[in-house]
C-alpha cells in the first residue's frame, strides 16, 4: 500500500511539472513573446550544430550562417504560401503562419542541437574534409527535413473554409513552398559547408578534401 502511494504522488508530481523543454519548444501554444523564444533557443541550438562542425577549421565566422540560413530557408516562402492560399479561398491568419514558420525552425535547430555531439566526435577524429562534408550535410538535411515537415504540417493544419479543391490547392502550395526551401537550403549549403571546414568553395573542398 505504501508503494502504491508513492508510485501514486510520484506520477502526481510529474504531472504537475508539465510538459518538458523539448515539447514546450515544438509547442505552437504560447503568446508572441514565447514563440520569439522559442526561435532563440531554435536558432542557438542550430549555431552549437555549427561551432561543432568548425571545431577544426576554427571558421567561427562562418557558424552564424547556420542560423541565418534557416531564418531565410523557413520564412522567405511563406508570404507566397499566405497569399497563394488567399486567393484558393483558403483562410489562414498572418499569426499562425508566422507561428508555422517559428515551428519548424526551433524543431530544425532542436534536431541538429541533438546531432551536435555526434558531429563534434567525428569531425575531431575525421581526416577527410569531404566526408566531414557529406556527414555534415546527411545531419543537416535531416534537421531540415523534420523542420520543414512540422512547418508544413502546421501550415494545413492552419487552414480554414474552402472545400476540397481549395484543399488540394493548400496541399500543392506546401508541396511548392518544400521545394522552393529544399532548392534553396542547397544553394546556401554549398557555400556555407566548405566556408566551416574553412574552405573557399565546393570545388576546392572536393579537391584538397580527401577521400
Do not use: C, K, N
Not at 522567405?76 to 483562410?91: N, Q
Not at 527535413?145 to 492552419?158: D, F, N, Q, T, W
Not at 479543391?165 to 566548405?194: C, D, H, K, N, Q
Amino acid at each position: 500500500m505504501v508503494e502504491i502511494e508513492m508510485t501514486t504522488d510520484a506520477m502526481e508530481t510529474d504531472a504537475g511539472r508539465g510538459p518538458g523543454w523539448a515539447r514546450r519548444l515544438m509547442s505552437l501554444d504560447g503568446d508572441d513573446l514565447a514563440i520569439a523564444r522559442r526561435l532563440g533557443v531554435g536558432l542557438g541550438l542550430s549555431w552549437v550544430f555549427a561551432a561543432s562542425a568548425a571545431v577544426v577549421s576554427e571558421a567561427w565566422a562562418a557558424t552564424l550562417g547556420v542560423p541565418l540560413m534557416l531564418t531565410l530557408v523557413g520564412t522567405l516562402g511563406v508570404p507566397s504560401v499566405v497569399i497563394g492560399l488567399v486567393l484558393s479561398r483558403s483562410e489562414l491568419d498572418a499569426r499562425d503562419a508566422a507561428r508555422a514558420a517559428v515551428h519548424g525552425i526551433a524543431t530544425s535547430g532542436l534536431v541538429l542541437g541533438g546531432l551536435a555531439p555526434a558531429t563534434l566526435l567525428y569531425v575531431a577524429s575525421s581526416t577527410s574534409d569531404l566526408i566531414r562534408f557529406l556527414v555534415l550535410t546527411a545531419s543537416l538535411s535531416l534537421g531540415g527535413l523534420v523542420g520543414l515537415g512540422r512547418m508544413a504540417h502546421a501550415l494545413l493544419a492552419s487552414v480554414e473554409g474552402g472545400g476540397p479543391r481549395e484543399r488540394i490547392t493548400a496541399y500543392a502550395l506546401v508541396l511548392g513552398f518544400a521545394a522552393f526551401s529544399g532548392l534553396l537550403a542547397l544553394r546556401l549549403w554549398s557555400s556555407l559547408g566548405p566556408a566551416l571546414l574553412g574552405h573557399d568553395t565546393l570545388t576546392q573542398l572536393v579537391l584538397e578534401g580527401g577521400v
